[in-house]
C-alpha cells in the first residue's frame, strides 16, 4: 500500500474554479483532499482517484450552533474523511481536547475516517524527544478516550504527528525524530486503546524536497501536506514520491 496524503488546503483558494482545477491537478490514488467548505460539492464531483475530505466538523447533527456544520452534512456532500484538531483549530479557534474527543467520537461513529492531530510546541521540544511523548501522549488519552467501545469503527482512524513549531516554517522535523513519535503513538495506542495497524502521518512543511527522506522510514505512512498541496507542480512530485513508497 503507498503511503497516504492528506491535502489540507486551509482557507485556500480564493475562487472555486480555481479548486476544482487543482483538485483535477491532484486526483490521484492514495490522496484525500481536503477543500474550503463552499467547494466541497464541486471538487467531489470531479473526483476519480482521490477521495474527499473536510478540514472540521461539529460533534451534533444539529441544533443552535451557528456556523457549524455536522457529520452527516458532511456525509451528504461526499466527505469520507475529515480532519480533527489540527494545531490552528487548537491554536486560534481554542478548541480543548474535551472538544476534539467529542469530535473524534462523532465523526467515527457517522462512518468517517477521522485524521487526528497532535502535537508539541517549540517550548516543549526544547525539553527534549521525551517531552515531546509525553505532551502527545497526554492528548492522545484525551482525544481518545472515548472510542474504547467503537470496536466496528476504530479501524477508521487515522492519527499525525505535527510538531507545532514546524508548521509553516519551512523547516520539517528531522525524520529520524518524527519516526520516534510515529512509533512511539503506535504502540501507545495499540495499548492503550487496542488500536492495531494504524497508520500515523507526519505533517509539518512537507515538501518535495523532503519528501523522500520523511518517507524513508516505514513508522510514518503518509503525510498531511498543507502548503505544498496548494501547488500542482509541487503536489504531483509529493504525490509520485509517496506512491513509491510501500508501508
Known amino acids: 500500500m503507498a503511503k497516504l496524503l492528506v491535502a489540507n488546503w486551509k482557507l485556500n483558494p480564493i475562487r472555486?474554479?480555481?479548486a476544482v482545477r487543482l483538485a483535477r491537478a491532484s486526483d490521484a490514488k492514495g490522496v484525500v483532499i481536503c477543500p474550503p467548505f463552499p467547494f466541497l460539492k464541486a471538487v467531489g464531483k470531479i473526483l476519480r482517484r482521490a477521495k474527499l475530505g473536510a478540514q472540521d466538523m461539529f460533534w451534533t447533527e444539529q441544533g443552535a450552533y451557528t456556523g457549524e456544520v455536522s457529520p452527516q452534512m458532511l456525509k451528504k456532500a461526499g466527505v469520507e474523511y475529515v480532519i480533527v484538531g489540527h494545531s490552528e483549530r487548537r491554536r486560534w479557534l481554542h478548541e480543548t481536547d474535551e472538544?476534539?474527543?467529542?469530535?473524534?467520537?462523532?465523526?467515527?461513529?457517522a462512518g468517517l475516517s477521522v485524521v487526528l492531530c497532535v502535537g508539541e510546541p517549540i517550548s516543549v521540544r526544547r525539553k527534549g524527544l521525551a517531552a515531546a511523548k509525553r505532551f502527545?501522549?497526554?492528548?492522545?488519552?484525551k482525544d481518545l478516550g472515548g472510542v474504547s467501545h467503537l470496536t466496528s469503527h476504530i479501524s477508521h482512524l487515522v492519527i499525525t504527528y505535527e510538531p507545532l513549531w514546524a508548521i509553516g516554517t519551512g523547516r520539517a522535523d528531522n525524520p529520524r525524530d518524527s519516526a520516534a513519535m510515529a512509533h512511539f503513538i503506535k504502540k501507545m495506542c495499540a495499548s492503550?486503546?487496542?488500536?492495531?495497524?494504524?497508520?500515523?502521518?507526519?505533517?509539518?512543511?512537507?515538501?518535495?524536497?523532503?519528501?523522500?527522506?520523511?518517507?524513508?522510514?516505514?513508522?510514518?505512512?503518509?503525510a498531511l501536506v498543507g502548503g505544498a498541496s496548494l501547488n500542482a507542480a509541487e503536489f504531483r512530485k509529493i504525490i509520485a514520491a509517496a506512491s513509491a513508497y510501500a508501508v
Open 99 to 109: 472538544m476534539i474527543g467529542k469530535k473524534v467520537v462523532a465523526a467515527l461513529k
Open 136 to 141: 502527545a501522549g497526554t492528548q492522545l488519552r
Open 16 to 18: 472555486e474554479t480555481e
Open 192 to 222: 492503550r486503546f487496542a488500536l492495531r495497524d494504524l497508520q500515523v502521518l507526519y505533517g509539518g512543511s512537507v515538501t518535495s524536497k523532503n519528501i523522500r527522506r520523511i518517507f524513508e522510514y516505514n513508522e510514518i505512512a503518509g
